[in-house]
């Protein structure tokens, strides 16, 4: 078979391994199930130009085994879906014709929209599992596995996805490879192709020409396959501040309060071994643009994390006991975030959903404690799964140490991370929607992913810098019992100032702060306690 052969004859080690792991995905299903009951839907675009390169040589080589085969296989006898829309592009319909016809499809054509289709299709034909082309990455990508059952709502069916853990740079790879070929829009600079009305050419393809008309490179020339998507229309993402507030008014935005926390990662912390001086660091920059730090805390990362960073024999070993087995040659695939402890996933997941950020800090890396971004994917319900472009980061940092296929390192929140890139960064600061990831081991490089993440706020809806607080600090020899009435008073008096208290040592004098973002306010209390008491008994420090 032609594609097996290519596969078999390229130096991409990467590549070799995803086709296989495909494949095995492919033959597991057509054990499973009988071909009467697997259908595969094909769109024309080239993630299921792929699956289909892909089927037929898991076909082939599955009847192979099977002795069912002297070698040649000349028909595709599985169900192919295609779901006609009128909004497809002409040259989307022209290839997934001339791709049926090339290779013997038995084409269903299905006119209506894709569940009531299904619906139909599935009502009449003992369809049991759909083979797609979804990978990381897609919007309907989020938590499946390459064999998951049909979301609440929908016909009941297997939804098998053989390219799962394919990235754009795989897929590429794999068409180049086996020469076959695909619809003509991605040589004109399309990525990711969706309907005439939300598709256009991939402004980072286009080519500098003195002639009036705009030109584009082929879409595999595309360096970063995490903006694929750059070509497809996007709808406004109103900023953290502006879903707030309910308004879009700059003024009454910048005055407002957004509300950050800050979790540090580490029982070192909590054993008292070492001491968190990024925390005190972090509050205080946090403060420095006008937000509040609603609380910070310091969280576990539990010993039972280490399965995190198991091998596939290595968790084999251990879970031998257990009553469900795995063969050796399974894709290893698992949700590893699933069986930690959770003490970060807790704490993120409370925290998230009452503060407009979290700051995270701590247990970034390839060490059995390293657990925050498992933590973090448990919150959100997402999973792991590789990021191609934060394993290349990766790659240039740590070359040689870098070993295998697989980079765990490099396994971020699926569907929700995005990367901040910053030329003063080795590597980007990870964000999870509203959650900040720093790398940061001491003050020092805290200090330069801070100014980086600060920098970037130009970026709209991603870290508002607000009105900034101003503060006021005055000394006295009262006693507490002196001043707690009064105190109290002043603060139902003035709700919008943070009035705190705090001696430096049991003898030493009161401290007063008061704390906003008015200073006339901040004014008129300093007056108004002032009054309460006799003239010199308040001195300003500064």
Same mark, same amino acid.
């Given at each position: ?12 080690? $990467? ?71 009128? *909004? ?22 299905? *006119? ?15 369809? $049991? ?118 308004? !879009? ?38 403060? *420095?643009?006008?937000? *509040? ?71 970034? !890396? ?139 040592? $049991? ?36």
């Amino acid at each position: 078979m032609e594609i097996d052969k290519a596969i078999g004859e390229s130096d991409d080690r $990467r590549l070799k391994t995803k086709y296989n792991n495909a494949i095995y995905v492919i033959k597991r299903a057509l054990a499973l199930y009988s071909i009467e009951e697997v259908a595969f839907s094909f769109n024309g675009g080239k993630d299921s130009t792929v699956l289909l390169h892909l089927l037929r040589a898991g076909y082939f080589l599955h009847k192979m085994e099977q002795k069912c085969s002297n070698g040649g296989l000349t028909s595709f006898p599985i169900r192919t879906i295609y779901f006609e829309n009128s *909004s497809a592009f002409p040259e989307i319909n022209s290839f997934t014709y001339d791709t049926a016809s090339s290779y013997g499809l038995q084409l269903d054509i299905i *006119s209506s929209d894709f569940k009531s289709g299904l619906e139909k299709l599935l009502k009449a034909n003992p369809i $049991r599992a759909i083979f797609l082309g979804v990978r990381i990455g897609d919007p309907t990508a989020v938590g499946q596995e390459q064999f998951s059952p049909s979301s609440p709502g929908w016909p009941p069916f297997m939804r098998v996805n053989p390219i799962l853990d394919w990235s754009y740079r795989d897929v590429w790879a794999f068409i180049l490879t086996c020469k076959v070929q695909y619809c003509s829009l991605y040589d004109q600079g399309y990525t990711s192709i969706g309907s005439i009305h939300d598709t256009v050419p991939n402004a980072l393809l286009s080519i500098s020409d003195s002639s009036c008309k705009e030109k584009f490179k082929p879409a595999y020339l595309l360096s970063d396959g995490r903006l694929e998507r750059a070509g497809r229309a996007k709808k406004f993402s109103p900023s953290i501040a502006t879903v707030r507030n309910g308004s !879009g008014d700059v003024d009454s935005h910048k005055s407002s309060v957004l509300v950050a926390s800050a979790i540090a990662v580490g029982e070192e912390i909590l054993f008292g071994t070492v001491e968190d001086q990024l925390g005190l660091s972090l509050c205080r920059k946090i403060h *420095s643009i006008g937000w *509040s730090v609603s609380q910070t805390i310091v969280v576990r990362n539990d010993v039972s994390c280490l399965l995190l960073k198991l091998s596939q024999n290595a968790f084999l070993a251990e879970f031998k006991h257990l009553s469900f087995s795995f063969s050796l040659e399974t894709p290893f695939f698992v949700d590893l975030s699933l069986y930690q402890k959770d003490s970060v996933a807790e704490e993120v997941e409370r925290r998230k959903s009452t503060n407009d950020m979290v700051f995270i800090y701590g247990g970034v !890396g390839p060490l059995h404690s390293d657990v925050t971004l498992a933590g973090v994917a448990k919150a959100f319900g997402v999973r792991l799964a590789p990021d191609e472009e934060f394993e290349e980061y990766l790659r240039h940092l740590i070359s040689d140490h870098c070993t295998g296929d697989r980079n765990e390192m490099a396994l971020l929140p699926e569907g929700i991370t995005e990367l901040l890139h910053h030329e003063k960064l080795v590597v980007p600061l990870i964000k999870c929607q509203n959650v900040i990831i720093f790398t940061a081991t001491n003050a020092t490089e805290l200090d330069k992913e801070w100014d980086c993440l600060i920098e970037l706020t130009r970026s709209p809806g991603l870290l508002s810098t607000m009105v900034p607080y101003v503060s006021k600090h005055l000394q006295t020899n009262l006693s507490d019992v002196e001043t707690a009435q009064p105190l109290s008073k002043l603060c139902l008096e003035f709700p919008d100032l943070n009035i705190g208290c705090y001696r430096k040592s $049991r003898k030493g004098p009161l401290l007063i702060s008061f704390e906003g973002k008015d200073q006339t306010q901040i004014e008129s209390a300093v007056e108004s306690l002032c009054k309460k008491f006799h003239p010199g008994t308040f001195s300003e420090i500064h």
